[in-house]
């Protein structure tokens, strides 16, 4: 099984585009926290994942996805490769493709997480041939 749940931060949000074939396109990162137990001291990690979105969904939620807020995103993880801008060596980058997606931030004043509905997103909506998507490649502008 190839799935993929993070619970965390955005990081970095792009602005929403389109593939050459005008099909919406939205990619951000997620930061995800843990506490690591390292030689009897806490150490604080963080892991970055790579996150795209495509469709009608990635087109409506864009105004909303701002970094910092506390997300969930459910999908499969993707590897692309492309061709470095400087000398053209082969390189290959990863990325959540998401299928779900939840803002997870708890409601000032309350213990009670204020969770969105659940923005979920068939795996058709990736654009159908790989080289169709190549303006939003993450290894292409190091997001």
Excluded at 57 to 69: D, L
Excluded at 101 to 110: H, L, N, P, R
């Amino acid at each position: 099984m190839n799935r993929q749940q993070i619970l965390g931060n955005l990081g970095r949000v792009e602005p929403l585009g389109y593939t050459p074939s005008g099909t919406p396109a939205l990619k951000f990162s997620v930061a995800s926290n843990e506490t690591i137990r390292r030689n009897g001291q806490n150490e604080k990690h963080t892991e970055w994942f790579n996150c795209k979105m495509y469709g009608k969904r990635a087109e409506s939620i864009a105004p909303y996805v701002i970094g910092g807020k506390k997300v969930y995103v459910d999908g499969p993880t993707r590897i692309e490769k492309y061709a470095d801008k400087n000398g053209g060596a082969d390189r290959i980058s990863t990325y959540v493709l998401v299928d779900t997606f939840e803002f997870a931030e708890k409601k000032e004043g309350s213990g009670t997480s204020q969770s969105q509905p659940p923005v979920n997103q068939q795996q058709s909506a990736e654009p159908a041939a790989a080289g169709d998507d190549d303006d939003w490649g993450f290894g292409q502008d190091g997001l």
